[in-house]
Each structure stands twice: as structure tokens, then as C-alpha cells.
């Protein structure tokens, strides 16, 4: 409205504008509205006075300047050619031409290209008005030479109120609630809206009451819907199978209130980030990731319900998938509770300095190879590069013991070296038993590089001392 007044206080009328939105949210009656503020007798004019007979002809379809053509049926190149030859041609009437075209979308990809030529340079006196609910089928040539214009759902509140205002014109008695529940089932489009009043009337007379229109409609009352949300968030199975019988058995539109509970469940999610923690809309406290997952679930479900072959099983199982959503917790959830709970923890003090095992621990000992390993202590430290110094040299004694001599030969150490390595298992018929290959290994060895190097017994592979201090 602020564009189109200043365009028009401005001097600055473009020649094309495009209307887009959902159906019964104005786009026509705005274009007509437009065309008279343009045509009026002073146009143009932001206030055009509605009793003038030009005005009066816009509105009802009567003026020869004003033509509105419906896109669906007049989709030809042939009659796009038409329009531009009668565009040539001066208004007998009023200042502008205007045409207005509804559903344009529905014109052909040839008939498109026909309009394109006009409406780029059209004449000074012509003006263009297009409407369509899909503009994703408009050409995008033909976009680019238009104003666009977004037509939203109108809210709710709104569609009462003017419902209201009908109601009292035509002597007709609706409660509130009634009211509401129209406005529910109209989605935020006002034609929708008046021709489910138009239907109650004829229904039920001069006076209708929530319950009509729930039972014309099969929709659930607010109550229900409120009841049914609760449940969810308590996880309550029994109450929910309860409830999901009794309005199957009322003959309620399953897959509508299943898209009445997604807003309720939408609005509460709202409310948590709005608190910026969790929403007690649904009398139960619910954080934003478990009101995040519900609405998922709700949401997957109604494709489900729609086109599944039972629309009381899907949808008692999305309602049911959508209460063990609610209570489960995600892995962020979890790990944060963690991480705050480290945090509360005390301090633990500084722990007491371990002694370090005496060198005595990786002395040789008799019978070597039938004495078990110790078990391993708890202290952990780190060697000297003394003690270390002093294992290899006893690792280098226990490398010549096992070969069967001080010094070992050269060409003995280097055929052992290409030895491939054995892997120690438990089972005998893999290649060896792990107890037994063990034995082979000197007990200072065992202790060497059990306590100090904390290594993990896989393998015997040989090699030469030279290669063992180089380590």
C-alpha cells in the first residue's frame, strides 16, 4: 500500500506490476482497487470516491478501459496478439488503459514471448496488472520488466473479524469460537474463509455455534488439540491411543489436526527460544531441541497420514514417534550435561610423587623361564638414561644368551633378521601359543618393557644388538 500511494503521490507509475500470493489473499480486488485510484474522474487520485460511475464500473467490471482477462482461459498466442493490437489504441473513457490479467502463469511459453515486445515499450496510456499464486511459472523476462508485489496470508485475527462483520450485516448469530475455527480452516485466505460462512449458513441457519463447524468439517476443537498436545509432551501413550479413537470415531480430519498440532507444537517452540531455555506452553517444560524433533515428527508424519493406505495407524504412529521424541535427549544435551557436571567436581588434590622401583626389580633371577611376570604397578614414571642404559646392556646380554653365544655371529644375526616376524596367539593351530613363546623371553626383559616402555606383547622378530641400542 505505501508503494503503490507514493507511486502515485510521486508521479511515478511503472507500467507492469506483477501480484503475487496464496489464493483469496486480495491480489484482484487490489488491482481493481489500483485501476481506480489511476482512472478516477482527478486520477490519479490515492483517495478515488466511490460513488463516482467510473469507479462504480471498475469495481463491478463495466469499464471499457479496465479489461480483465483470466490467463487460464485466453492462454493463445493468438489472443496475446489480439491484446497487442488493442493496445495501440487510445482509452475512450478514462486516462489509462489497464489490463488485468489473473493467473498468468497459465499463459503458454509463445503467448509469454508475444506479451514480451508490449510490455517492455508499451504505450504511455497502457498499463499492465498481472496475478498469479505460482510465480515460479512466469517467465523470467516477464518478471524482470515487472514490480513485484507479495500478497502474504492474511492472519487469522483479521479473517474473524471481518467474518464478523458479515455475520452482523446478514443478521447472523456465530460464537467466537466459531469464528476461530473457520479462521483455522481457511489458512490465511479470505475467499476461503467467506465461502465456508456462506456453507455454515446454508447449514445451519441464522445461528451457528463451534460445534457446526466442527462437525461440517471435521475438525477438532481447541480443547482436543490442547489435550492431544499435552499428552505428547508427557509422553502419555495411553491417553494418546485414547484420544486418536475417540476423534477417529467422531469422524475427525485426521491429517487436519495433525497440521493443527504441528502449529501448536510451532508456537512452542517459539515460546522456548523466545525465553531462550524451554516453554511451558504444554504444560510440561520442553527444551528447544526436544519441541525441534516433535515438529520434525509431526511434520514427516503428515505426508504419511495423506497418502498412507490407514490414516488412523500413520497417524497414531506419528503421534506416538513424536511423544518419545520428547523425552529422548540429544547427544549435545548429553555432553553438555557432562561437561557441566565435570565442572561442578571438586579439585582433586596434587597426587603424592610415586617412588620409582628400585633396580633390583630387573635383576636376572633364577629359572627365568618358568617364573610368571609380576603383576605391574601402579606408579607410572619415567626412566633414567641411566636405567635405561642399564636394561639394553642386559638386553644385550639376554640377545647373545639366547643365541647361544657371547658374541653372536654376523651371518647368523643377519639370516634371523630376515626372519619373518611370528604373531603370538593363543591358539596353536594359528602359528604358536602366546604362553609358551613368552617363556622364551628373559624375565628382565618382560620387566624391562612391561614397566618401563609399558609395550604389549605381539611379536618375536630378532634383531642385533647394534640395532637395539641404536633404539
Partial sequence: MRTLTNAIKQNRIAHAYLFVGPRGTGKTSAARLFAQALNCEDGPNISPPQDSPICQAIIKGACMDVIEIDGASNNSVDQIRDLREECQYAPTQCKFKIYIIDEVHMLSTAAFNALLKTLEEPPGHVKFIFATTEAHKVLPTIVSRCQRFEFRPIAPKIIQEKLAEIAKAENIAIEQPALASIARLANGGMRDAQSILDQLISFCGDKIVEQD????????????????????????????????????????????????????????????????????????????????????????????????????????????????????????????????????????????????PSNNSLTPKADTHNEPIPAQSEAFFSPTDAEIADALSACEEDIATMLHTDEPDPEDLGALKNLPSKELTDNPSQGGNLSESLKTVPIDTRNMLDQLFRAEYKAITPITPEELIKL
Fill in 213 to 356: 463447524v466442527l462437525n461440517v468439517y471435521g475438525l477438532a476443537s481447541e480443547q482436543e488439540l490442547k489435550e492431544l498436545a499435552q499428552a505428547i509432551a508427557a509422553s502419555d501413550n495411553q491417553m494418546l491411543v485414547e484420544r486418536i479413537d475417540a476423534l477417529a470415531s467422531e469422524g475427525r480430519d485426521l491429517l487436519r489436526v495433525l497440521i493443527d498440532l504441528e502449529d501448536i507444537v510451532h508456537e512452542a517452540l517459539l515460546d522456548a527460544i523466545r525465553n531462550q531455555g524451554t516453554s511451558s506452553l504444554l504444560e510440561h517444560e520442553l527444551p528447544q531441541d526436544a519441541l525441534v524433533r516433535m515438529l520434525e515428527v509431526l511434520k514427516e508424519g503428515e505426508q504419511l497420514v495423506k497418502t498412507g493406505l490407514s490414516e488412523k495407524v500413520n497417524f497414531e504412529l506419528t503421534l506416538l514417534k513424536a511423544a518419545q521424541e520428547s523425552k529422548a535427549l540429544s547427544i549435545d544435551s548429553i555432553i553438555q550435561e557432562i561437561t557441566k557436571i565435570g565442572k561442578a567436581l571438586p579439585e582433586e588434590p596434587e597426587a603424592k610423587k610415586k617412588t620409582k
